[in-house]
Every structure is written in C-alpha cells, then in structure tokens.
C-alpha cells in the first residue's frame, strides 16, 4: 500500500513526486514509456528558470535522478484502470494491481495524427512524430515537416542542421510558435515554409515515396517528393480510462485550484489538464500544488 501513487513520469508526475517525498510521503510512480515524458524529446528547452539553455533529454535524466535519490519508487507500466473502493484505490497496470490511499493522473497528451491512409503502415519507414529521435536518420536528405506552432519550429530547426531541405507546410497562413522561433527559421536558408497546404496523401508501399497536399486557396494539388515526413500538429488527451471518476472537457480532466477532479483523493496535473498553457513550467506548478493538497488529504 502506497500513500500516492502517480500515473506517468513527465514533468508534472515528477514535480509531484519531489515534493511528495520531501514530505516523507511513499510513492510510486507508473510510466508507460519513458520518464520525462514529451519534454524529453525536445531539442532545445530555453524557458526554464536559471537554465539557459538545455537539451530536453538531459532535463529529464537530471529530474528523475533527483526524485530516485529522494526515494521515489518507479515501474515501467501502463495503467489501464483505476478503480475506487471505500477509500483505497486499485490501480491495474498491464502487469500488476497496485493499491494507494491517493492517486495522481500525470498522463500528458499524445500526437495528433491525420488518420490517412499509410499514415501508420509507414510509422519507422519515413513517417516519424520525433525529429530527436528520428531526424539523424535522414541527413543529407529532403523532408517534410508539417505543422505551424513551437513544436514544429523546434522540429524544422533541428532538421535543418542535418538535412539537405526542410519543406516546412502549414495548414493555415501564418505560425502559432513564440517569435523568437520564426525569426530563427528565416534564417535558415535550407528552410522552405510554403502556407495553406492541407496534406492529403501519404504515397509509398514499404517506404514513403511521395507527398500531395491540397493547396487550400486554389484547390489545386501538388506533389512533393521526399525521404521523411515529420508530422506535429498538435496532442490530443488520453483520459478515457478515468472518466468515471473525473469530469472531462474535450478529453481533458477537470480540476480546482488545488487540483483535485471530484473524487476525493484523487487529482490530476498537467497537460492532461483541462488549462490553456501547456509547458513545462505549468506542469511542474501543478505538480506542487497538488502534493501540497494531497498531503493534507493524507493527513
Ligand atoms: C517536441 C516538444 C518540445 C517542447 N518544448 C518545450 C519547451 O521548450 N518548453 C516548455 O516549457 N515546454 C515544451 N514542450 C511541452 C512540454 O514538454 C509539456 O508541456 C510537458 O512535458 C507536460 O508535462 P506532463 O508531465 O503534464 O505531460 P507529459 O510530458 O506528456 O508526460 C506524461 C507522461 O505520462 C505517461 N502516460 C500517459 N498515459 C499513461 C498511462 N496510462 N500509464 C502510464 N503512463 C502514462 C506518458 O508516457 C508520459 O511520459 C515541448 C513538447 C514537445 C513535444
């Protein structure tokens, strides 16, 4: 029996963690994938206090070596359900059934995808949602990035030092990234941003071979040949497996002030969260705010 446990290791789950156990509280933490969450796949996170500048894996190793070193327990496993019963809860996991006084859901969101055709089929064979973990395979290479707002700026400038070309397409006629990060890609001379371009095809049998986009102004297709596309047009929440214990909007889970959804004992931080800034700074301000309070519900 845990006194919390925390479901997914980002930033939010791991800023719960910290204080938590500095309260003396145990903790367990169950994360499906990798621990940092989507931050470890950034290139280049420049809007964290008194750290200039660092690499978004580098962040996520140092953060989870401090909560490990603060005794936080950890299982790679992706929770299924939770289930509440008087005033424990159960938490499945694909290998165990845990059981805690309190939980937090941390679980972030997911990648949007397009739902076409080949869009899956060519997952790993030149359609890719990480330019970190993906872009080196394609140096000396054109591709295509498509999407509009800092993920996809972030993305483009990092493809930009290994590939030939880097065919930036957006849905729209202008970006929804931070400034700083369209003035950096006019700089980029190997940078080609085109506007208005709905992506409609994904052609390629084991590899992908082509592009068409519809030109959303003229109505006109055209085609693009490259080796990669990188897609980032946004996240979508993945909470449904709470649902009878929490309030969604759109997917995403309804909190107070202090955090708490409408099961007592029961909290939910972060991106999964239904706010309008989603960052790591929000993440991890949630996180503190919802150990704060559920310290005094386990009291
Ligand atoms: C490429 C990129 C660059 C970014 N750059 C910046 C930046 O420079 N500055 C900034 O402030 N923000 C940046 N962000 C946004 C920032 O990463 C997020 O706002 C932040 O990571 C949110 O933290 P979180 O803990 O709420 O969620 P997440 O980071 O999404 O973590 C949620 C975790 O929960 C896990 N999980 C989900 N479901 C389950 C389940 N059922 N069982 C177990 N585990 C589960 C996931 O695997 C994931 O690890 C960037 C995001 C991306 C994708």
Request: glycine residues 8%; charged residues 25%; aromatic residues 10%.
């Amino acid at each position: 029996m845990k006194d919390v446990i925390i479901i997914g290791g980002g930033p939010a789950g791991m800023a719960a963690a910290l204080n938590l156990r500095r309260s003396g509280k145990s903790v367990l933490i169950l994360e499906k994938e990798n621990f940092g969450g989507q931050i470890a796949n950034s290139p280049r996170v420049e809007n964290l206090p008194s750290i200039k500048e660092i690499n978004g894996a580098d962040f996520s190793t140092a953060f989870f070596d401090q909560i490990s070193e603060l005794g936080a327990e950890f299982e790679l496993e992706e929770v299924l359900s939770i289930k509440k019963d008087k005033d424990i809860f159960k938490v499945k996991t694909n290998y165990n059934e845990y059981e805690s006084r309190s939980v937090i859901i941390a679980t972030g969101v997911k990648h949007r995808k397009f739902n076409i055709p080949n869009e899956d089929e060519l997952g790993g064979k030149g359609v890719s949602y990480c330019a970190v973990c993906d872009g080196a395979f394609y140096t000396g290479e054109d591709v295509c990035l498509v999407g509009d707002a800092n993920t996809a700026l972030q993305y483009t400038l990092l493809l930009s030092g290994y590939c030939k070309h880097v065919y930036l397409y957006t849905l729209f006629d202008k970006f929804f990234a931070d400034y700083v990060l369209v003035e950096r890609i006019k700089e980029k001379q190997n940078v080609i941003v085109k506007h208005n371009l709905s992506l409609k095809e994904i052609v390629g049998k084991d590899k992908l071979e082509k592009l068409v986009f519809t030109d959303t102004k003229t109505k006109k297709d055209e085609e693009l040949v490259v080796k990669g596309l990188f897609i980032a047009i946004g996240q979508v929440p993945c909470n449904d497996i709470f649902k009878d214990y929490v309030d969604l909007n759109k997917g995403f889970i309804k909190v107070n002030e202090r955090m708490e959804t409408k099961t007592p004992g029961l909290y939910a931080i972060g991106d999964c969260t239904d706010k309008n800034m989603r960052q790591v700074s929000t993440a991890v301000n949630d996180g503190a705010i919802a150990a704060f309070f559920c310290n005094s519900y386990l009291k």
